[in-house]
């Protein structure tokens, strides 16, 4: 069974900086693409950014330029580095891993920025 494990949230001031990390257990493959998505309160979910099996990565405009993706899709393992965190920032953050046939979410780890 796979299983999706979130790490690195917290609580953090404006311009501060947290580093997300997921790592996968068990296996998947063929997988299109891992990526992060966020939900704030009162709000949908919504995507951040994610890393194509090619390595290719794509940014929500939000935070284009602040936040950087980076994983290894043979290690199972995603990463997030979040830099000029603004309070707008303030949300759950998802792993997510889509392969062929499959959909696999983490339960998320809260990141909260104070202004």
């Known amino acids: 069974q796979v299983q999706l494990v979130e790490s690195g949230g917290g609580l953090v001031q404006a311009g501060g900086s947290l580093r997300l990390s997921c790592v996968a257990s068990g296996n998947i493959f063929s997988i299109n693409f891992m990526g992060w998505y966020r939900q704030a309160p009162g709000k949908q979910r919504e995507f951040v950014a994610h890393i194509n099996s090619g390595g290719v990565p794509v940014y929500a405009d939000s935070v284009k330029g602040r936040f950087t993706i980076s994983g290894d899709n043979a290690k199972l393992s995603l990463y997030l580095q979040m830099n000029s965190l603004k309070a707008d920032d303030t949300a759950v953050y998802y792993c997510?891993?889509?392969?062929?046939?499959?959909?696999?979410w983490g339960q998320g780890t809260q990141v909260t920025v104070s202004s």
């Open positions: 997510r891993v889509l392969s062929i046939g499959d959909d696999y």
